[in-house]
Structures are given as structure tokens and as C-alpha cells.
């Protein structure tokens, strides 16, 4: 059986290719754009945000990606910056520290669309 890899970038899962079989072990970006923008410095800023508004909170309250997209960046930017904060909160998930929801449902960081809560994973 193969195992799961997600991309260290956008936190999605990455499809295994035939053609991997041999170097899958060296894969770590999904495609050639996410090998290229890899997380920076403004990334981990952007974690860290998501993750200390979620500290502020109950176990079970939950926050709008935009919350941490807004402490981030400036007010005329920040709505531009939010697919690098759901790329964020995927990378969360993956390290196990968050929970992403859709209607107060759990939903596959690899496929969700539209409109998404945060929520701290609890035990």
C-alpha cells in the first residue's frame, strides 16, 4: 500500500503516479507551482495567527480564515492573501492542530470549496 503524502505548499493530498514509483519517497510538492512558492516566512506568520486567535477562543468556537488573513495583512490586501491562509489552515490540519468544517461538518482539506470555519482539534 502506498502512503498518504501531502504537499508541504498547499497541504492538499498528492495523487501517487506510476511513474513516482521508484523516487516517491523524494516527492514533497503536488505540482511545479507549489514546488515553487514554497511556505515562507509570511506563511508561518499566517499559521500562527490562525492558531493563536483559536487559543483565544473556547475549545469548540470556531473562526472565519479571514479572521487571521486580517492580522496578517493590511486592510486593502487581505482579501487577496486568503487562498495562502486556506493553504495555511491545510497545513494545520495535516499536523493535526486544526479542524476544518463546512456547515459544522469535518471536510477533506483536499476538496472542500466555498466557504470554511477553523476549529481547534480536539482529543
Same mark, same amino acid.
Given at each position: 500500500?502506498?502512503?498518504?503524502?501531502?504537499?508541504?505548499? @498547499?497541504?492538499?493530498?498528492?495523487?501517487?503516479?506510476?511513474?513516482? &514509483?521508484?523516487?516517491?519517497?523524494?516527492?514533497?510538492? @503536488?505540482?511545479? $507551482? @507549489?514546488?515553487?512558492?514554497?511556505?515562507? !516566512?509570511?506563511? $508561518? &506568520?499566517?499559521?500562527?495567527a490562525i492558531l493563536k486567535i483559536l487559543t483565544q477562543? !473556547?475549545?469548540?468556537?470556531?473562526? @472565519?480564515?479571514? &479572521?487571521?488573513?486580517?492580522?496578517? =495583512?493590511?486592510?486593502?490586501?487581505w482579501q487577496k492573501q486568503m487562498e495562502r491562509t486556506?493553504?495555511? !489552515?491545510?497545513?494545520?490540519?495535516?499536523?493535526?492542530?486544526? &479542524?476544518?468544517?463546512?456547515?459544522?461538518?469535518?471536510?477533506?482539506?483536499?476538496? =472542500?470549496k466555498g466557504t470554511i470555519q477553523l476549529r481547534k482539534?480536539?482529543?
Open positions: 500500500m502506498i502512503p498518504n503524502k501531502i504537499c508541504r505548499t @498547499c497541504g492538499r493530498a498528492i495523487q501517487w503516479r506510476k511513474k513516482w &514509483e521508484t523516487c516517491w519517497h523524494e516527492i514533497h510538492y @503536488c505540482s511545479t $507551482q @507549489c514546488r515553487r512558492s514554497k511556505p515562507n !516566512a509570511l506563511d $508561518q &506568520e499566517l499559521e500562527k477562543r !473556547a475549545n469548540y468556537d470556531t473562526i @472565519c480564515p479571514s &479572521e487571521a488573513t486580517r492580522t496578517v =495583512f493590511k486592510e486593502e490586501e486556506r493553504q495555511a !489552515a491545510r497545513r494545520l490540519h495535516a499536523d493535526g492542530k486544526i &479542524e476544518i468544517l463546512q456547515k459544522g461538518k469535518v471536510v477533506d482539506p483536499s476538496t =472542500f482539534r480536539t482529543t
